[in-house]
């Protein structure tokens, strides 16, 4: 896989398309990975940055490997190290048992549920991570 850095008007619509949400060009920026012929199979959002925290979403096509040591250095990099943020946080339907799971695998924590503010009416999982949790920045990960 191969990270796309410079496209977010490419990989933030993709990414919004891919989890129903809108991309709204110029609130925020995405990465993106495309396979050995060019498609893109996975991509990160960052947006609602406020010095302190920035929104991160994430969508990739089924049965694609892109998240290796790498790919995760790179999510996390950009907002503890040149965003500076003190956490990141994300978003993801009760229902969304495969978002759960790689927010979790990731390192992100649950911390609160809000009740009813999925598109469907469902409940919407919080989950966060502090700069000092997180594990892919260290020279050991």
Same mark, same amino acid.
């Given at each position: 896989?191969?990270?796309?850095?410079?496209?977010?008007?490419?990989?933030?619509?993709?990414?919004?398309?891919?989890?129903?949400?809108?991309? @709204? *060009?110029?609130?925020?920026?995405?990465?993106?990975?495309?396979?050995? +012929?060019?498609? !893109? &199979?996975?991509?990160? %959002?960052?947006?609602?940055?406020?010095?302190?925290?920035?929104?991160?979403?994430?969508?990739?096509?089924?049965?694609?490997?892109?998240?290796?040591?790498?790919?995760?250095?790179?999510?996390?990099?950009?907002?503890?190290?040149?965003?500076?943020?003190?956490?990141?946080?994300?978003? @993801? *339907?009760?229902?969304?048992?495969?978002?759960?799971?790689?927010?979790? +695998?990731?390192? !992100? &924590?649950?911390?609160? %549920?809000?009740?009813?503010?999925?598109?469907?009416?469902?409940?919407?999982?919080?989950?966060?991570?502090?700069?000092?949790?997180?594990?892919?920045?260290?020279?050991?990960?």
């Amino acid at each position: 896989m191969q990270i796309v850095t410079d496209r977010p008007d490419i990989v933030g619509p993709w990414v919004c398309r891919e989890i129903g949400k809108l991309w @709204v *060009p110029g609130a925020g920026t995405a990465l993106g990975w495309v396979d050995h +012929s060019g498609e !893109l &199979v996975a991509g990160v %959002t960052f947006t609602n940055f406020d010095g302190a925290n920035v929104w991160l979403d994430a969508a990739a096509l089924p049965k694609k490997r892109w998240a290796d040591r790498r790919a995760l250095w790179a999510v996390f990099h950009y907002p503890f190290e040149q965003l500076g943020c003190v956490r990141v946080s994300s978003l @993801v *339907p009760e229902d969304n048992k495969v978002a759960q799971k790689f927010n979790e +695998s990731a390192g !992100l &924590v649950h911390e609160a %549920t809000l009740a009813r503010a999925a598109p469907n009416n469902g409940d919407m999982r919080v989950y966060r991570m502090f700069r000092e949790d997180c594990r892919w920045l260290r020279r050991e990960a």
